[in-house]
């Protein structure tokens, strides 16, 4: 028979060759919009004060881990000292967060929530906690820590990918 008629079957995988599975285009358009209605909220509430998502990133850190340093925010936001300066500027100069030496090391810059930038963190914080809780009241128990679990792992995943 002739071999161009036969029927080819396609060459052995090698254990160094990875087969990728189909993107998970569901979950990742799933998150895009869930994302996007999750910080819309917050970005209309933060517009009052010509403020913006860097803005409310900042203050909630700083009010969630009060006496945080400045070099410890950049890391947790993984961020440079260039982008993170206007910001916490704009923040420090509206006293929504203040700005104090450190007791061992006075070189070192501790970052302080004030009672309007704690009280901006919590209404930001209500506004985003009534979403999930409109949204968990429709899932079966325990969703709760299954979702907290689930974007642990998307978090965690080879950060170095």
Same mark, same amino acid.
């Given at each position: 028979m002739d071999q161009a008629l036969q029927r080819q079957s396609p060459p052995p995988v090698s254990a160094c060759e990875k087969i990728e599975p189909e993107p998970m285009f569901d979950l990742i358009e799933a998150l895009f919009f869930a994302y996007r209605d999750f910080v819309g909220e917050a970005d209309r509430l933060l517009l @009052?004060?010509?403020?913006?998502?860097?803005?409310?990133? %900042? !203050?909630?850190? %700083?009010?969630?881990?009060?006496?945080?340093? %400045? =070099?410890?925010? !950049?890391? !947790?936001l993984k961020i440079t000292k260039q982008s993170l300066s206007r910001v916490l500027k704009e923040l420090l100069d509206q006293t929504y967060i203040e700005q104090r030496p450190g007791q061992a090391d006075r070189r070192q810059r501790l970052l302080f929530p004030t009672e309007a930038g704690h009280a901006l963190a919590l209404e930001i914080a209500q506004v985003q906690s @009534? &979403?999930? +809780? &409109?949204? !968990?009241?429709?899932?079966? +128990?325990? =969703? &709760? +820590?299954?979702? =907290? #679990?689930?974007?642990? #792992?998307?978090?965690? +995943?080879?950060?170095?990918a």
């Open positions: @009052r004060y010509n403020f913006g998502r860097a803005h409310h990133r %900042v !203050l909630y850190f %700083v009010d969630r881990r009060p006496g945080l340093s %400045v =070099a410890e925010l !950049l890391d !947790l @009534r &979403r999930f +809780a &409109r949204a !968990l009241e429709k899932l079966p +128990a325990g =969703a &709760r +820590a299954q979702g =907290a #679990a689930f974007l642990a #792992a998307i978090s965690d +995943a080879r950060e170095d």
